[in-house]
């Protein structure tokens, strides 16, 4: 069958020229039109969502560092400050002067691996290699990140839980000579071994353990910490936080007037941009206090069960195992309990509790931190293994560390006993903004 023509309206004349019948004229001339009224709506659409993305305002919410509030629009961040439009005014917010940034962004649910950085930054990562003296960090949401392999500090590649975060948070805060693998054990404990880390692949770790290699699978390992034996510089005073939750320590912070991303400069000279749609907040200088600079409340040895501070010996007994603070390390002897004031603003308390390392028999102690009177965080230390926590304060205003033995005291000589085996060491303890 032979397949129909369509019927043109057109035609070619002998002179080669088309010619278009002039009954369709109008109809072409409309089609034409209705064409040229879209592509024009759709190129305007395009341009205004050009200009709409390039400066679209960035509300912020300031505070002052005498506690003032201030709304605006952001323009830009500068070596003279933040930029602020204010309806018809702008004006110019020196760094030195300001306390907080907030911006309104969502955040996301956290995601399981974090790694830390010389400085301080805590960074969420999706994952990290590490080849030669280089490091590669694939951070949430943002452009890779390429430091110096003597830069990282730790990483974690599980989500904690309240059974494995004291020892491994213990272990953070304290010094180590090596590095060491860590192993999470049936989800409730963790194991850890001591050597060198050379290398840091998709699916394992490459390990020297006295000299001898090992491929330790990602799968098993808790997280990697690394040699901390030198000195750490003072961390810098600007803090900024993204909606994956990283916190960048940052020495200094820009933003050019229509960028839609901030740059942050870390310790060491690196250099990261953050999209502005992902900074939650940015903190400045002043935003840690060492606990053992705390103003102190109260100081107690003993408890109910022995008298406390009515007991006729009292007073020997508190001028001998009262807390006590030396060289940023707060002292505890068991039955005791040190109480500090909170001042405004600070929002977490970090710290790590251990033996004393003047005690040869231990006491099976319990560790309790209480926030206005509240018990918020409990655990049993048995051993010299270092007990470690991070906690929200919640806007307490008073913050106990208290240690107990475990096996009932009912008298003094008992205290004196449980005290010489039971001190204890509250160390690397601050408060943060």
């Known amino acids: 069958m032979a397949t129909p023509t369509r019927r043109s309206n057109s035609k070619w004349n002998r002179s080669g020229e088309l010619t278009v019948d002039s009954s369709r004229v109008p109809l072409l001339r409309s089609w034409l039109l209705r064409s040229w009224r879209c592509w024009l709506g759709m190129a305007v659409l395009f341009a205004s969502g050009l200009v709409a993305s390039e400066g679209v305002a960035t509300e912020v919410a300031i505070t002052t560092s005498d506690g003032k509030a201030i709304a605006g629009e952001l323009v830009k961040i500068d070596p003279d400050g933040i930029h602020l439009e204010r309806g018809s005014e702008d004006s110019v917010l020196p760094l030195d002067e300001l306390s907080q940034l907030t911006f309104d962004h969502d955040a996301p649910p956290p995601l399981p691996m974090r790694a830390q950085l010389s400085g301080g930054s805590l960074v969420s990562i999706t994952g990290v290699t590490w080849v030669d003296d280089t490091v590669t960090i694939a951070v949430a949401r943002q452009s890779p990140l390429t430091v110096p392999a003597r830069q990282l500090r730790w990483v974690r590649f599980r989500t904690g839980n309240p059974a494995t975060d004291p020892t491994w948070l213990g272990w953070l805060e304290e010094v180590r000579r ?21 290398g840091i692949g998709r699916d394992s770790v490459k390990f020297e353990m006295r000299g ?38 940052a020495e200094t912070i820009s933003m050019p007037a229509g960028s839609a991303e901030v740059k942050v400069g870390l310790a060491g000279g690196i250099e990261h941009e953050i999209p502005i749609a992902q900074v939650r907040q940015i903190r400045f200088a002043g935003g840690i206090l060492a606990l053992s600079e705390a103003e102190v409340a109260a100081t107690t040895f003993g408890d109910e069960s022995n008298g406390g501070a009515g007991a006729a010996n009292a007073a020997g007994l508190d001028a001998w195992f009262a807390p006590q603070s030396v060289e940023g390390v707060i002292g505890i002897n068991a039955p005791g309990k040190i109480t500090l004031r909170i001042p405004d603003g600070y929002q977490k308390l970090i710290v790590a509790a251990r033996r004393s390392r003047d005690v040869s028999q231990f006491t099976a102690l319990q560790l309790d931190v209480l926030l206005d009177g509240e018990v918020r965080w409990t655990a049993t230390l048995q051993n010299r293994e270092s007990l470690g926590l991070e906690l929200p304060l919640s806007g307490a205003r008073q913050l106990t560390l208290r240690a107990s033995p475990m096996s009932e005291t009912k008298d003094s000589a008992s205290s004196v006993n449980a005290a010489l085996g039971g001190s204890v060491e509250w160390f690397s303890g601050r408060l943060l903004k």
Do not use: C, H, Y
């Open 178 to 198: 090596a590095d060491r693998l860590v192993v999470r054990r049936n989800d409730k404990a963790l194991d850890s071994v001591d050597g060198t880390v050379v």
């Open 212 to 249: 001898n290699p090992v491929d330790a699978p990602l799968a098993k390992l808790e997280g990697i910490l690394f040699s901390n034996s030198t000195q750490e510089p003072a961390a810098p005073g600007i803090r900024l936080i993204d909606t994956a939750g990283s916190e960048w320590m």
